[in-house]
């Protein structure tokens, strides 16, 4: 079965600096990976998504994410944080659930981030 | 166009009352699925539908049911709520399985 780690619970980073938010997966075949954010309050809105190709994919409000095979990561970069910026990230990992013969979804446990004035 | 939405956005149930949670969607998508969410864990799925009339179950759906009579609705019950049912649900959509899920807004539901 999949996996998800976010090995990072809680970051706080100072507005205007760079962010990575770190993401290891486990799957024994190539993933669909996918990055959303949680305002408080609200639900998950995707940020951006990896199918295959490019193994740099650029999403929303300036966030970019990099699936590096080797390392079976895929980190969420953005090179200046805004204060808007502070939610919760949540990383997925999309596989064949061969039992169920469908796809789901299964989410790391998220990351808090914090952005300082 | 409305999404995802998820009613009610609130509500708080005693031990044993039983209530139904109602999601729809408006983007004729083909899967629909309930998560529920707690502190520190992340998103974890109760139970799925891959198209009108099926239904699945997912990674924690002791205490629950579903029905998908209708392509746009996706319905999630809980029979007999216990505390350990305290949680935000939230619905989601997708067009495919294996296609990006859209969100409802959640709803917070309290078992005392």
């Known amino acids: 079965a999949q996996s998800v780690t976010q090995p990072d619970i809680h970051i706080t980073v100072s507005e205007g600096a760079s962010l990575e938010l770190r993401c290891n997966y486990s799957?024994?075949?190539?993933?669909?990976l996918f990055w959303y954010v949680q305002s408080p309050g609200q639900g998950l809105q995707l940020l951006l998504k990896y199918f295959s190709g490019d193994t740099l994919v650029q999403g929303i409000k300036g966030f970019e994410a990099e699936f590096k095979r080797s390392q079976s990561s895929f980190n969420l970069r953005k090179p200046s944080v805004h204060w808007s910026d502070a939610a919760e990230y949540f990383c997925?990992?999309?596989?064949?659930?061969?039992?169920?013969?469908?796809?789901?979804?299964?989410f790391g446990k998220g990351t808090k981030l914090s952005v300082i004035p | 166009n409305a999404g995802v939405t998820q009613t009610p956005k609130f509500r708080v149930l005693k031990t044993g009352q039983s209530m139904t949670l109602l999601c729809a969607q408006d983007?004729?998508?083909?899967?629909m699925y309930w998560y529920r969410q707690d502190p520190g864990m992340g998103l974890r799925l109760i139970h799925y539908?891959?198209?009108?009339?099926?239904?699945a179950k997912g990674e924690v759906p002791d205490g629950y049911n579903v029905s998908r009579l209708k392509k746009q609705n996706f319905l999630l019950g809980l029979e007999s709520a216990a505390p350990s049912q305290t949680s935000v649900y939230f619905c989601?959509?997708?067009?495919?399985?294996?296609?990006?899920?859209?969100f409802g807004d959640g709803t917070r539901l309290s078992i005392l």
């Open positions: 989601a959509s997708s067009y495919k399985g294996n296609q990006p899920q859209h």
């Open positions: 539908s891959v198209g009108e009339g099926t239904t």
């Open positions: 799957y024994g075949a190539t993933p669909y």
């Open positions: 997925a990992v999309g596989a064949l659930n061969s039992g169920a013969g469908s796809y789901q979804l299964t």
């Open positions: 983007m004729n998508h083909e899967y």
